[in-house]
């Protein structure tokens, strides 16, 4: 019988959860928490922190640590959601090829786009 997976894909926080016996089962995140925070830090050793641990070195590494990325799916950069959340957030939003909102990080030089921070934390 094939596998059932559900997906809480969260602004704050995510949960993944497989059906195993009827019953579902949440996935623990790597440090065995039932909620693993939406958030993705990038560090100057070149280290991918995602979760508790992005979360936690958010404070000392904020241009570096994308967060509410939710907020940015399927938005172009000039949507006025998008440019409502550059101002309230430390990591830059910044335009993709093709006009779609995207987070560029200092730390590895690149450019995200949402779907791609979203598939890290999942």
Known sequence: MPKIIGIDL????SVVAVMEGGEPTVIPNAEGGRITPSVVAFTK??????????????VVNPENTIFSIKRLMGRRFDDPE??????LVPYDIVAGPGGDARVRTPQTGKTYAPQEISAMIL
Do not use: C, D, M
Not at 10 to 13: A, D, E, H, M
């Open 10 to 13: 969260g602004t704050t926080n």
């Open 45 to 58: 050793s070149g280290e991918r922190l995602v979760g508790p641990s992005a979360k936690r070195q958010a």
């Open 82 to 87: 998008a440019q409502r959340t550059k101002q």
